[in-house]
Structure formats: structure tokens, C-alpha cells
Nanobody, 124 residues
Framework: QLQLVESGGGLVQPGGSLRLSCAAS????????MVWFRQAPGKERETISC????????NYADSVKGRFTISRDNAERMVYLQMNSLKPEDTAIYYC?????????????????WGQGTQVTVSS
């Protein structure tokens, strides 16, 4: 059974950094593109990054480009999101998701499965 478990969220001051982790199990991670999306109260779900199965192709939303970095370690069955220069508007629940195929078609808004999410709060 496909399972994704996020961790690494927390409270951070504006300008700070966090690294989110996503542990995958129950499926062959190498076969799928992986996505991070976020959901803030009162806002629409936003896909912020997608990395293809090999890690050779990456897309970012304009809202995080230059500040966030997605990566993956297929051997360790892990996906990461390094978040730097955090802003209050980055406050949201962050989810790791598996795509429907091995490539990213832009920033997908449909996923095969996703985890329970981890809360990120950016506040002074």
C-alpha cells in the first residue's frame, strides 16, 4: 500500500529555513514523479514543485522559485523540500504527493496519492 509520511515542519521566523522530508513506502519510488503542494487556510491548494522520477527535471511555482529546492533520493526512498528565505505567506500545510507518471507536466494538480501533511508556520 502506497504511503507517504511528511516531517520537518514547524514554526520559523521570517527569513528562516526549514527542510521538509517525505518518506515513501509501498511502491517503487523510482517510477514516479514527486510533488510538493501546500494548502493554506482560505486559499486554494497550490502545487509548488515537481521533480521527475530521475531527478533530472524540476519545476517550481513562481511563488517559491529561487527560495525552495526539491530533491529526491530514490535509494533511500526519500523526497525533500529545502525552504529558504521563508515568508509569512508561506504558512500552510505542506504535502508530499506521488504523480501519475514518471514525468512532470508543468505543475500537476492531480496526484496518485499524498501524505497527511506537515504544518509550516512563518511568523515573528
Amino acid at each position: 500500500q502506497l504511503q507517504l509520511v511528511e516531517s520537518g515542519g514547524g514554526l520559523v521566523q521570517p527569513g528562516g529555513s526549514l527542510r521538509l522530508s517525505c518518506a515513501a513506502s509501498g511502491f517503487i519510488l523510482n517510477y514516479y514523479a514527486m510533488v510538493w503542494f501546500r494548502q493554506a487556510p482560505g486559499k486554494e491548494r497550490e502545487t509548488i514543485s515537481c521533480i521527475n522520477s530521475s531527478g533530472g527535471s524540476i519545476n517550481y511555482a513562481d511563488s517559491v522559485k529561487g527560495r525552495f529546492t526539491i530533491s529526491r533520493d530514490n535509494a533511500e526512498r526519500m523526497v525533500y523540500l529545502q525552504m529558504n528565505s521563508l515568508k509569512p505567506e508561506d504558512t500552510a500545510i505542506y504535502y508530499c504527493a506521488a504523480g501519475h507518471s514518471d514525468y512532470c507536466s508543468g505543475l500537476p494538480d492531480s496526484f496518485r496519492s499524498w501524505g497527511q501533511g506537515t504544518q509550516v508556520t512563518v511568523s515573528s
